[in-house]
């Protein structure tokens, strides 16, 4: 299948919780499946957690690969203090821990993308027993160097797509792109079913999804039983991450 979901309709949607990793009252934000959860279900899941000035998660891991997006705000990740600035990308193995990730005084907003709903709830590192939680992966946690996006006028006047590679798998289907596209132009997207799928999501401008226009933080998530989908930018252009999970999460 296909999915589409609009970013300004999601955060309309956005509540209040209490964080299990921090404790604090911060914000939450449900794209796509449950918030959390410990078995395996049809379909994507994809949160938004927007975390208090200076809050910090503890380490911890989950048990399904995710692309994190920290989209808002800025803070840092890691015991040595990697910035994390707008629009920073990190992929995740499952079974991989990562963190602390602490806030920065204007707070920080970051994206959980997940090809499908499976057991996601966290498990922190200062819990009694986690090791018994661990199961083989790659432990692969990467993260990029912050996306640059184009200023309106000239995103809307691009004449080329371009395509910008973040991460690539070495041994397997993984890959994180950036695709530039001015006003109108169409691009056809990779081919799911090379892939354990893929997600589009827009940093910049808007993209047409079915007739429908899908600006900022909106996502499209392509199943990887699909055919490639095609990417069609609004009428200012689109600045969008194509996001390839491995096709071994799906066995």
Known sequence: MIYARSGAEALSERIEIV??????????????????????AP??????????????LVPHFHGVSMFQLFIAGSGTIGNRGQQLKPLTIQFKDHHTA??????????????????????????????????????????????SEPVAFSIEPLLRSRKDVSWETMFKGEDDEMHASVVRLGA???????DPRQSGGYYVFVGNGSIIHEGAELALWSMVVVENSESPYTIEAGKD????LVLEFPKSDLE
């Open 19 to 40: 964080s299990p990793g921090t404790g604090h009252l911060h914000w939450g934000t449900v794209f796509f499946g449950p918030r959390s959860s410990r078995e395996r």
């Open 43 to 56: 379909g994507p899941q994809a949160t938004m957690s927007e975390l208090d000035a200076d809050e910090s």
């Open 98 to 143: 990562y963190g602390p990730i602490t806030a920065g005084p204007q707070g920080l907003s970051f994206v959980a993308l997940r090809m499908f709903t499976g057991n996601s709830e966290p498990v922190y590192l200062n819990a009694e027993g986690y090791r018994d939680r661990l199961k083989p992966s790659k432990r692969r946690n990467l993260t």
């Open 184 to 190: 109108g132009m169409t691009v056809e997207g990779p």
């Open 237 to 240: 252009g689109a600045e969008v």
